[in-house]
């Protein structure tokens, strides 16, 4: 069924809708049906499902590559909103940037679904957290399949709102409740500068498919240009956890660690780098917009890093370099390398969620210990998980030949190639904070001595697998975009954002590529003399520089002013009007009127004396007065 | 010699006196019933003058439709009065003043 014929609908063999609809049969079924699902079916059902969607995205892509060259393969399936002038259709797209996510979406959701098939093992939920796991897929697909930007937003709305369920799945306990709402919350903010920002587009170009707004992007006037990119960078801001929205991010890590994996590490997160990629016509259309981009990345990638390093929870720690690496990616994006960012976001994709499982084997090892102060020395009790993490270590650290030294060089050196050298210095700066804070937690947990008297045990067969795919994918990454100029994923993306320039900045790549490691030794060389060496007592470095040490784990007190700048007066003002304004001035008016009447009413019941005869008297003389009026009158 | 209408209309005004007073003084409320009764009779009494007097039928009519109604009137009345009457053993009017506040 194809409506909306005025545009050239290209429909390619098969229809892409599929690929969304297999997760979304399986949390309706699972939804519906969660409570009858016995022992780890449900697990196994709904890990089948999003390989099914895999696969049929592999298939897509094989189909793409098979084309003829176009750029985009579109399916409308039918017209969904229609009114006066204003009409969107639920359209799916398929190009390079859509197949890239939606590939990395699906592969890295069906390894975390089968991997929580173990770590979520006997919990009561079992099923329904399958279901929410599935639904989350579900949305994360439609953002990234989506033709126009109100579909889009349908998919960002919910990846929300599953982020919301997951987080707070075990919401019995008070910090998981809260950290959901938290999430909820906060994102929200960027949200609504979003949904103007797609009310603006609206407005401006009578359209929201992207074919239509893309091509007459570079019409915008600087200063439109300037409006339209901060609001969806907003968005981007909230959903991707960059300063100054990024506070709901460390808490969400209340959620099952499979959830902070896929949802909080590799996808959703990712979901506002792909949006300003995505949306990189309008972007490109405002200097100023580019610039804010970068600086908030690079920004947001420094403080990050520098809170990172303070941590002492392990899953707070990974979160706060979530936030760095997305700083990353959105810097890339800011300097123009798209396809340096999407590079990025795929390789921190695989090498994040590795981690995050990593850490999540560690907790099921050590029954759900997050505090990397009371680990350490698990290397030899957990060889896989120890094996599996060395690779996403150095991965992220950016040692070569691992996907993270590819993607995160790439990204680094386009500040380089744009000539723009405080830029590049920052960045540095930026690359060797991972490397320590990285290096740090692995020294903390897995080598030195155990500092807790639990026997930890490695990860039992699926978890395992998961580990192993991952830390693979992580390894061999960098196979993707060897080259920023014609390796394969920039070769691939290259119909979405144009041919890469040559670089022309003052540094060769070689010298580029050589900085960027040398940074990286170096990250890893100073944790390792604090750390791992023995000859530094850390412990007591802790409490001589206590104040910034609590500084840095505090992530610099900015939920702090949060709480005390904005929560707390919010809360006031609303205890004066629940408990002052509404009890004493609103309820005081309805009660006074209340009280008038039955005043009135209290005289006037005397009247009822349930007597019959009275009331017959009553009857009696008013007849008499009727009558004698009557008589008077006439 | 026809009898003068105004005899009529006493005997009809001296039943309905009896028979209001009958209402507003009486406790008994099969009494108070009886009184009801003579009322509308007194009414009957004076609309079968006022048709001979201006030889118009409508007024016996009206008095065919109160006797009827009264007829009516009567069983849902005793009715009334019998179940009261067993519920609380009395048919005192006074004693059943339930409807207030």
Known sequence: ?634 | MRTPISFFLLLSAVLFTLGTLGVLLRRNALVIFMSIELQLNAVNLALVAFSRQWGNLNGQVLAFFSMVVAAAEVVVGLAIIVSLYRKRRSADVDEASLLRW
């Open chain 1, 1 to 634: 069924m194809v409506i909306g014929a005025d545009l050239p609908a290209i429909n390619s063999a098969m229809p892409i809708w599929i690929v969304p609809l297999f997760p979304l049969t399986g949390a309706l079924v699972l939804l519906l049906t969660g409570r009858r699902w016995r022992g780890l079916l449900s697990g196994w059902f709904a890990s089948f499902l999003v390989g099914a969607s895999f696969v049929s995205t592999i298939v897509l892509l094989l189909d793409f590559l098979g084309g003829d060259g176009e750029a985009a393969l579109v399916n409308r399936l039918y017209q969904w909103v229609a009114a006066g002038s204003f009409s969107v259709d639920v359209a799916f797209r398929v190009d390079p940037l859509a197949l890239v996510m939606a590939l990395t979406v699906s592969g890295v959701a069906t390894l975390i679904h089968i991997y929580s098939i173990d770590y979520m093992r006997g919990d009561p939920r079992f099923a329904r957290f399958f279901a929410y796991l599935n639904l989350f897929v579900f949305f994360m697909l439609v953002l990234v399949l989506a033709n126009n930007f109100l579909l889009l937003f349908v998919g960002w709305e919910g990846v929300g709102l599953c982020s919301y369920l997951l987080i707070g799945f075990w919401f019995e306990r008070k910090p998981a409740a809260d950290a959901a709402k938290k999430a909820f919350i906060v994102t929200r903010i960027g949200d609504s500068a979003f949904l103007i920002g797609i009310v603006f587009i609206w407005l401006r170009f009578q359209s929201l498919d992207f074919e239509v707004v893309f091509a007459r992007a570079p019409e915008l006037a600087a200063g439109t240009a300037t409006v339209l990119a901060l609001l969806l960078f907003a968005g981007a801001v909230g959903k991707s956890a960059q300063l100054p929205l990024h506070t709901w991010l460390p808490d969400a890590m209340e959620g099952p660690t499979p959830v902070s994996a896929l949802i909080h590490a590799a996808t959703m997160v990712t979901a506002g780098v792909y949006l300003v990629v995505r949306a990189h016509p309008i972007f490109e259309a405002s200097e100023v917009a580019l610039t804010i981009v970068a600086t908030v990345g690079i920004v947001t990638a420094i403080y990050a890093g520098l809170s990172a390093i303070g941590q002492d929870d392990i899953k707070r720690m990974l979160a706060y370099s979530t936030i760095s690496q997305l700083g990353f990616m959105f810097f890339g994006a800011g300097m123009g390398a798209y396809s340096a960012a999407i590079f990025l976001l795929v390789a921190h994709a695989f090498f994040k969620a590795m981690l995050f499982l990593g850490a999540g084997s560690v907790m099921h090892g050590l029954r759900g210990e997050t505090d990397m102060m009371r680990m350490g020395g698990l290397r030899r009790a957990m060889p896989l998980t120890f094996w599996t993490w060395v690779i996403g270590w150095l991965a992220m650290a950016g040692i070569p030949p691992l996907s993270g030294f590819f993607a995160k060089d790439q990204v680094v050196a386009s500040a380089s190639e744009n000539g723009r050298l405080w830029f590049w210095i920052a960045a540095l700066v930026g690359s060797l904070l991972t490397a320590v804070y990285m290096s740090r937690a692995t020294f903390m947990t897995f080598f030195g001595r155990p500092r807790s008297e639990q026997k930890p045990h490695d990860a039992p067969p699926r978890m395992g697998l998961a580990l192993v795919v991952l830390a693979a994918a992580a390894a061999f990454g960098g196979i993707l975009g060897l080259s920023a100029v014609n390796g394969i994923l920039p070769a691939f993306l290259e119909p979405v954002f144009g041919a890469a320039e040559e670089p022309h900045g003052p540094l060769t790549v070689l010298a580029l590529a050589l900085a960027s490691s040398a940074v990286a030794v170096v990250g890893i060389g100073i944790a390792y003399l604090v750390y791992g060496s023995g000859r530094i007592d850390w412990v007591a470095l802790r409490s001589r520089f206590a104040g910034a040490k609590r500084a840095s784990q505090r992530g610099f007190y900015v939920d702090d002013v949060y709480t005390g700048g904005l929560v707390a007066p919010a809360k006031l003002g609303s205890a004066f009007l629940a408990y002052v304004f509404d009890r004493r001035v609103l309820d005081g008016a309805v009660n006074g009127l209340g009280r008038i009447i039955g005043a009135f009413a209290g005289r006037g019941r005397a009247v009822q004396t349930g007597r019959v005869r009275s009331y017959a008297l009553a009857v009696l003389l008013g007849v008499v007065g009727v009558l004698s009026y009557l008589v008077v009158r006439f």
